[in-house]
T-cell receptor, first 114, second 113 residues
Framework: AQSVTQLGSHVSVSEGALVLLRCNYS??????LFWYVQYPNQGLQLLLK??????LVKGINGFEAEFKKSETSFHLTKPSAHMSDAAEYFC????????????FGAGTRLFVKA | KAGVTQTPRYLIKTRGQQVTLSCSPI?????VSWYQQTPGQGLQFLFE???????NKGNFPGRFSGRQFSNSRSEMNVSTLELGDSALYLC????????????FGSGTRLTVV
């Protein structure tokens, strides 16, 4: 069965520092992987997606993620954190079973210190 | 292009009542999925509809139901509300049949008292 594990429920970085949010997946078939961001009192916004094309995926707001099959990982990075990046981030894997459904990780809350 | 619209934004209901939540997807999007978000359980999949057909269902009791209309708008209904149903209910739409990523609405915050 497909699943997603996000390492660290909270991550704190200084403004201008590297952001690294970790995600490992489990899938018996080639996965479709996603990162979403959620700001307070809002729905989720798609940051980027991996659909078996390039392993390095670039998303919005300067974020990118690298698919590493050997490590079953899909970590999210951003070279330089900005205060506006403070939010909750969700890694997700899509499962095709008849229709499809997306399974989300538990989320990582990113804090950015001035 | 209008986003995914969910109504109402906030709702307070009493235990035992029922509630209907509405979702209008992005124009042209035929797939609509519903999720329940709570601090303890995170995002839990409820169901997915495509062209008025329920294609997938999560592990929720039968009190949770949904439907999709010919214009792709979707509703979900929760009967006999329990305190534990208090949550943010999120609707998400997608363009095609495959997992290409969702566009989410802002959600309906349901509080059961």
């Amino acid at each position: 069965a497909q699943s997603v594990t996000q390492l660290g429920s909270h991550v704190s970085v200084s403004e201008g520092a590297l952001v690294l949010l970790r995600c490992n997946y489990s899938s018996s078939v080639p996965p479709y992987l996603f990162w979403y961001v959620q700001y307070p009192n809002q729905g989720l916004q798609l940051l980027l997606k991996y659909t078996s094309a390039a392993t390095l995926v670039k998303g919005i707001n300067g974020f990118e993620a690298e698919f590493k099959k050997s490590e079953t990982s899909f970590h999210l990075t951003k070279p330089s954190a900005h205060m506006s990046d403070a939010a909750e981030y969700f890694c997700a894997v899509s499962v095709t079973t008849g229709g499809f459904k997306t399974i989300f990780g538990a989320g990582t809350r990113l804090f950015v210190k001035a | 292009k209008a986003g995914v619209t969910q109504t109402p934004r906030y709702l307070i209901k009493t235990r035992g009542q029922q509630v209907t939540l509405s979702c209008s997807p992005i124009s042209g999007h035929r797939s609509v999925s519903w999720y329940q978000q709570t601090p303890g359980q995170g995002l839990q999949f409820l169901f997915e509809y495509f062209s008025e057909t329920q294609r997938n269902k999560g592990n929720f009791p039968g009190r949770f139901s949904g439907r999709q209309f010919s214009n792709s708008r979707s509703e979900m209904n929760v009967s006999t509300l329990e305190l534990g149903d208090s949550a943010l209910y999120l609707c998400a739409s997608s363009e095609g049949q495959g997992p290409m990523g969702y566009t989410f609405g802002s959600g309906t915050r349901l509080t059961v008292v």
